[in-house]
């Protein structure tokens, strides 16, 4: 009896570990840590290359991620700018004016907006919906791979790129189909529970 | 004595010239019969707009039931359908219209050097380029970055930006998977333009046919519900209410009427006879008014069910007096019927006559009204009442059979004539009415009336309210001021617009107003566009600028395309109206500058400061636009709340007015006709204390007085008085047995008349029914009044 309660108990204790570090790491499995974090803030930092401007733009701010649907993109320098992502309306406001679209009214930019939205919130239908997904490395060294499945996001984006470490994501690359890219890296100044 | 033929030659032959015109002629039963006439400009702007602006034409359309997925859906299917549609100009619903938008993206792309404001002579210098070029660097550093990147190399200066900017909208509705939703989520919402004039109903009510099958085509569940809305849905509803109303009406106050005519004549050929006056009068009647107006209004054959109830009478009065006694008679000869037409003619046809021209003196007021609907109602009622009476007078008796028997209701007649003599009992308390009336009405005077223009809609007030939620919902309330800028042409119109904008940009600033929209902002005027033209440098002088404001941030070689596009700006046409079609721009355009045989107004909706209190300060706008010298244009304040408010209480003065002077009228006409100064006031004593009680009546039942109460009251007075003249006849004549069963044909002439005009008191239609209630219950009390204050000398009343 006891011989048997013990392996139960280290069943029970390692059982997380098994899916999270075992050999076969898939996107379900990564996706299912990150769906884990239901509130997420840090700070960014976004290089934009441009192929007719002479050096990268350089943007930087606050982001928030809360669960289900609320992404928040704060940009303090150059200019302040913020970015309001909940459920389908995006709001933007930007030189004291301030602007509401659904997210539908632009497929392009809102399949692009969504997907680092379900990135974070783990969910892999609507990552997979948008975008061929592949994964590289280990659940602590991580990178996604996602290319657009869409006609018209296609036109403006070739790939992205996206590392994380456990349930962090540390860095958003977006590369166009021009060789134009941005990068964001981003730091958390709160560790996920 | 024999009969001549000549009347009835005249009579047939005016029947037929009635026939042809009639056949000739156009029903209308669209809002135009509640319309003015006559206003000033400012009001003339307001009734073209409510009947053919774009607000006119603008449905509101909610899908409701089964779920949001489904409704977002079938809102996308349904838009997608319409807009293959081309009874429909525009059709929103939050989804981009992919086809407009590309549209709206090339005209706002290839003409962006004339439209940007930001376009002027500074733009093209160093300085100006190394500014546009940091603002729009900045733009690609934010959210928006990727989306403007493509635009770089044409149009590194962002005008494309600067132009959408300022047709930004105020504000966006609640959106639900992608489409227009109330606030609440559980309505999907639509906003459909129809191609047709809003005073087009019949192309209205094709297109609503339209929008119902459509829907049903995209529809894949019973448990969506599709509701429409606005305008051109309350103009095919009214007119089909109107032209059912009418129908029932008529048809019930005739089967009432002829009912009356049997229980008292009980014979067929007294009931055919006496139709025949109403149904000459109301071929008349409508053969007038389409002679006069040229069109028929649904409205006016609503009213005209109340000649059925007046003209009726003349043969009542004809038929009770002329075959009474015939039964006691066991052998009717025809001279015994000819001396009692003769005697009818001489004694009782002069009180009816007087009783007619009475009732057309008063209608004749309404002639003159400025109201559609009155003053076809004054024409067909004094067209018909006349040929009632004629028809009475010369065409009856020569059809009246040698043995025209009447049912004895002198029976009636002695009940009535009893109850009559306890009449002295009724004065003391009738008295006590009149004066509690005149008391209650003069302490209330203040709110007894109804002083907006909507009191005559016939819209109810639970489509006014739903259309007013779903017109928030869309954050598109009706707006109520407006700058106006009136000038020959629409490039003048323009210009002043242009020359009034600084103004209104520092009633925005200051708080005086929170915004405004002007058609300016989507075309400028041909003159701003050349000056815009005239702003743009040569190309070698642009190119040598614009790398020296580049210079370390762009390659300024790679802008080439840029200097391609602004050189040849700098020579195409300028943009005019025609070149905006089928854009949203264009749409804007066209809902606020308008053009017609008398130049173009632009119309520029102000408004209020903050959505939460809807305030605005009228006296500085007031004030700032006065202040505009845009001549030879003119610069006015529109608020098309007073300006309807005050063309309704012009209407009401109007009314007012017509019936004092209908009233004036009538009383001349007894003046001449009575010549004593005593039996005037007899007639019309009892007439104003009915006239009194029943405004009593109607306000303590809490309705609220329009005019059609007041036009109303003067027809109380003009058909009350057929009562009172003939009490007034009986006393003089001091007539005997004659008097019983005038009694009785009185009474039963009042219940004709209170059918035609009570029938109308139940139609939803506000104008039938305001007059159908007032005249109903005025007539009843005109005749008991008559009665009771008829004489001093009950025992006079014979049995």
């Known amino acids: 009896m006891p011989a048997r309660l013990v392996s139960l108990l280290c069943a029970a204790l390692l059982s997380p570990l098994n899916g999270a570090w075992g050999a076969d790491f898939d996107v379900t499995t990564l996706m299912q840590q990150l769906a884990q974090v239901h509130v997420q803030r840090g700070t960014f930092v976004e290089r934009k290359y441009i192929g007719i401007l002479q050096h990268p733009i350089e943007s930087s701010g606050e982001l928030v991620y809360r669960a289900p649907d609320h992404l928040e993109k704060r940009t303090l320098l150059p200019k302040p700018e913020s970015l309001v992502l909940e459920g389908e309306m995006l709001t933007m406001s930007r030189n004291g004016r301030q602007q509401t679209v659904s997210l539908y009214q632009y497929p392009d930019l809102g399949t692009l907006i969504d997907s680092i939205r379900s990135i974070l919130a783990g969910d892999q239908k609507a990552l997979e919906a948008a975008f061929e997904v592949r994964i590289e490395g280990s659940l602590e060294q991580w990178k996604l791979e996602l290319t657009p499945k869409l006609e018209g996001a296609q036109k403006m984006i070739d790939h992205i790129e996206i590392r994380g470490a456990g349930r962090r994501v540390h860095s958003v690359e977006i590369v166009q189909p021009d060789h134009d890219r941005s990068i964001m890296t981003i730091e958390n100044s709160a560790t996920p529970p | 004595m024999k009969r001549g033929r000549l009347p009835l030659v005249v009579w047939l032959l005016g029947l037929c010239v009635c026939g042809i015109v009639i056949a000739t002629t156009r029903f209308t039963a669209d809002l135009s019969a509640f319309l003015p006439r006559t206003p000033t400009i400012s009001q003339q702007l307001l009734v073209s707009q409510l009947r053919n602006g774009s607000v006119s034409r603008t449905v509101l359309v909610a899908i409701s039931g089964a779920n949001a997925v489904l409704r977002a859906q079938t809102s996308r299917a349904f838009a997608a359908r319409l807009r293959q549609n081309a009874a429909f100009v525009s059709v929103l619903n939050g989804d981009p219209d992919s086809a407009q938008r590309a549209r709206d993206q090339t005209l706002l792309f290839d003409h962006r050097y004339l439209l940007s404001p930001a376009i002027n002579a500074d733009r093209f210098t160093v300085l100006g380029l190394h500014q546009a ?591 009172a003249l003939f009490f007034d006849s009986t006393h003089v004549r001091r007539a005997g047995p004659l008097a019983v069963t005038t009694l009785a044909s009185l009474t039963f002439a009042n219940l004709a008349t209170v059918m035609g005009f009570g029938v109308l008191a139940f139609s939803s239609v506000p104008l039938l029914s305001a007059l159908g209630e007032t005249v109903g219950m005025g007539a009843i009390l005109a005749l008991v009044f008559s009665a009771v204050f008829a004489h001093d000398r009950p025992d006079e009343i014979p049995v």
């Open chain 2, 133 to 723: 070029l940091g603002d729009v660097l900045d733009r690609l550093a934010s959210g928006e970055g990727l989306a403007i990147k493509p635009l770089l190399t044409r149009d590194p200066t962002g005008e494309v930006l600067q132009t959408l900017d300022a047709l930004e909208q105020h504000s966006q509705p609640t959106f639900s998977h992608g489409v227009w939703a109330s606030h609440d989520g559980s309505e999907s919402i639509l906003l459909v333009q129809t191609r047709a004039a809003g005073s087009d109903t019949d192309a209205q009510e094709r297109a609503l046919k339209w929008l119902d099958a459509d829907f049903e085509a995209v529809r894949t569940t019973p448990l969506l519900q599709l509701e429409l809305t606005g305008p051109p849905v309350f103009a095919v509803q009214t007119r089909a209410t109107i032209r059912h109303q009418v129908v029932i009406l008529s048809l019930i106050s005739a089967l009432l009427v002829t009912s009356l005519l049997w229980l008292v004549y009980r014979s067929l050929s007294a009931l055919v006879l006496g139709l025949l006056p109403v149904m000459t009068g109301a071929a008349a009647g409508i053969a007038a008014v389409s002679l006069v107006f040229g069109t028929v209004h649904g409205v006016t054959l609503g009213f005209g069910t109340t000649l059925i109830g007046e003209a009726v009478d003349y043969s009542i009065y004809l038929f009770a007096q002329v075959g009474q006694s015939l039964s006691f008679s066991s052998a009717p000869s025809s001279k015994k019927l000819q001396d009692r037409l003769q005697n009818w003619l001489s004694t009782a046809w002069p009180t009816v006559r007087l009783g007619m021209l009475t009732s057309v003196v008063g209608f004749f007021s309404l002639v003159f009204s400025g109201f559609p609907g009155l003053a076809q109602l004054g024409v067909y009622s004094i067209a018909g009442l006349l040929a009632a009476a004629a028809v009475t007078r010369w065409i009856l008796p020569l059809l009246l059979p040698q043995s025209f028997v009447m049912p004895d209701r002198r029976l009636l007649g002695i009940y009535l004539g009893a109850l009559l003599r306890h009449r002295l009992a009724l004065r003391g308390p009738i008295i006590m009415l009149v004066l509690a009336a005149v008391v209650y009405l003069g302490l209330h005077h203040g709110h007894l009336w109804n002083t907006s223009l909507a009191a005559l809609s016939p819209i109810s007030k639970s489509d006014q309210a739903r259309d007013a939620k779903l017109r928030a919902e869309l954050g598109a309330p009706d707006v109520r001021y407006f700058a106006l800028v009136s000038a020959a042409s629409a490039e003048a119109a323009l210009e002043a617009t242009e020359a009034l904008t600084p103004v209104l940009d520092h009633l925005v600033a200051v708080g005086a107003i929170g915004g405004y929209d002007s058609p300016a902002r989507y075309l400028p005027s041909v003159a701003t566009q050349r000056s815009r033209q005239s702003a743009i440098p040569d190309p070698d002088v642009l190119r040598r600028r614009l790398c020296a404001a580049a210079a370390g941030e762009v390659s300024c070689k790679r802008l080439e395309p840029f200097i391609q596009d602004v050189t040849a700006a700098r020579t195409t046409r300028p943009l005019i109206p025609a070149d905006l079609e089928g854009t949203s721009m264009g749409l804007a355009l066209g809902a606020m500058l308008l053009c017609g045989k008398q130049g173009c107004n632009a119309l520029l909706p102000l408004h209020p400061a903050t959505d939460l209190t809807a305030r605005m300060d009228i006296h500085a706008v007031r004030l700032a636009l006065a202040g505009v010298d845009a001549s030879p244009a003119h610069v006015a304040f529109v608020d098309f709340k007073a300006e309807s408010d005050q063309l309704y209480s012009s209407y009401l003065r109007q009314a007012t007015l017509l019936s004092l002077g209908g009233f004036l009228a009538i009383i001349a006409l007894l003046a001449v006709a009575l010549r004593s100064l005593g039996r005037m006031v007899a007639v019309l004593l009892p007439l104003c204390a009915a006239v009194i009680v029943c405004a009593f009546g109607l306000a303590v039942l809490g309705r609220e007085l329009t005019l059609l109460h007041l036009v109303g009251m003067l027809l109380i007075v003009a058909v009350g008085s057929n009562y």
